[in-house]
């Protein structure tokens, strides 16, 4: 089972000939008119004041807690790797933080459709991957959501642009939550960190 999910709807009005009642319905599921079972109704065009957006959004939100506690991240981040995205099919790979909702990271600025596994066919230790279709990607992209290892964690946070003032500051806190004072797996990762650092100040 999957669960689709689309940034546009067809939510339609429509007024009964026969009865004079409107009724909204999606205009690719044919219907009477759910008062008298006339067929004899007329499209008053798009219905804007709908649901669908935030039913789908709040399920998208359910399948991701799911999922998470299923495969907890130990270091507060996950690492989606991306494949076959946009009209050159590209890869890559980018962080993402556990009390984001990945529905959003992934969405592009135009028509899209994202599909899910449902609840059911998650695991422990199996990645989450969704499917995003758009204009530009016509074959369809595929994200493959696993948690973070620490260095993937610390690569993240290093990338991530709601880090880029605080840097040294996250950093510091980062460590401190996973190590004690003169660990020596610290020390490899202050290295690490200082590198990422220097790297990330290229793009400033
Ligand atoms: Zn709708
Ligand atoms: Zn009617």
Redesign the pocket.
Known sequence: MSFEFSNT?T?TMYSCNDCGESFVNDADDKQNCPHCGSEDITDEGP?YD???ATINQNHAAELWDTWKNLNPAPYEWYIINGESMGWQNRSGTRGIEEDQEPYDVIQVNSEWTQTWPEAEDYAAGEPLTIGLSHHDSPTGETYTITPATFEQALYALAQSPDHEDTWIGDVNDFLARYFTPGDIDEQRFREIADDLYFEADDYL
Request: aromatic share 16%; net charge negative.
């Open positions: 709807c939510c219905f709908c649901d669908c």
